[in-house]
């Protein structure tokens, strides 16, 4: 009878499996494994050291032969010990187990620009982008090379190469950006025209157009644009697009040709309106246009007295949702603001009504 439990209540203090992993972590003793230092002290300890590192390396790439990283950590050791014949040696050997992976291709390059063996690096460039030319990293850096050793042909040459390609757009922005960094304005013009006959799109010709409003033309910005109207089909061209001309003759100050923009835009048919179009990006930009520079038109008010008619029906079920107030009082503000450019009389009306939503 002694050995049976009499109380058997829940202890009242519970431990849990995270309060006792907590505690042995805190207990746990600080171990810190150093290696052992190992002095060299003459040549055949130098290379006794050398052959045992080299059969540790050896042996696990017959265990593994197919693990990169090893390869690649054994051809850096090599460079530690100024062997740079030897890394080579390992990074072809790696390249014939697998010559499509681009991590090789770049440690094998970047080693031998590190050690500035200019024509080694050069020629792994060549041969890396020649049996993987879809990989735009190889391209970025060989070209980067060129153009920091201050060869601007052959970094020209390299980019040519790659737009033979038919690279993405971001190959393209590199090439234009490459020449404008060496002041070659007119090059960079030549990419972008280049880039919207390769791929014409809304996005080529949008990029053509912003950087001729960079480069201070505005005739030939609006030239681009205009040519995009021109050579694509109406079902490819977004709204995006449309807004991005629009505000791009606001900015230049032409405020009627961007309301006939907006307003061509609107009446777009649905049929001729592309995938990705999105007509309520259209309407607020379009009425935000209208808060700066002009008037409420008939189909605005109408489509503010709906917005309000809305605000009041979901406060009118859940008086107390502060963000609907807020939204609504932003919409009221911005009127003000609009209303300022047209009659007195409407924007007191405006105010008043600000006025009433507080109270």
Partial sequence: MSGRVKNKAPNPRQITAEQLLREAWERKEETQTKVPLQTINDAQELREY??????EFEDRLRMARTNIPTWINYAKWEVVQR?????????????????????????YAEMEMRHRFI???????????????????????????????????????????WMGWHPDEHAWVAFARFELRRGKVENAREVYRRFVKESPAPSSFLRLARFEEKSGIISLSRLAYEDALRVLPED???????????????????????????????????????????????????????????SLSSTERNLLERKRGEFEETLSEMPSDYDTWFRYLQMEQEMVQATNRTSPVAQLESIERIRELFC
């Fill in 119 to 161: 024509n080694h690096a050069r020629n792994v460039w060549d041969r890396a982008t020649t049996l993987l030319p879809r990989v735009d990293q190889l391209w970025f850096k060989y070209a980067y090379m060129e153009e920091m050793l201050g060869r601007e042909d052959q970094a020209r040459a390299v980019f040519e190469r």
């Fill in 50 to 55: 050398q052959h045992r590192r080299r059969k």
């Fill in 236 to 294: 490819q061209l977004d709204s995006r697009f449309y807004i991005e001309f629009a505000k791009f003759e606001e900015r230049v100050g032409e405020f009627e040709r961007c309301r006939a923009i907006y307003s061509y835009a609107k009446s777009a048919s649905d049929s001729k309106r592309s995938v990705s179009w999105n007509a309520i990006d259209i309407d607020q930009s379009s009425a935000a246009f209208e808060r700066r520079h002009g």
């Fill in 83 to 107: 062997e740079y014949t030897r890394a080579r040696s390992i990074f072809e050997r790696a390249l014939d187990i697998d010559y499509r992976n681009h991590s090789l291709w770049l440690a």
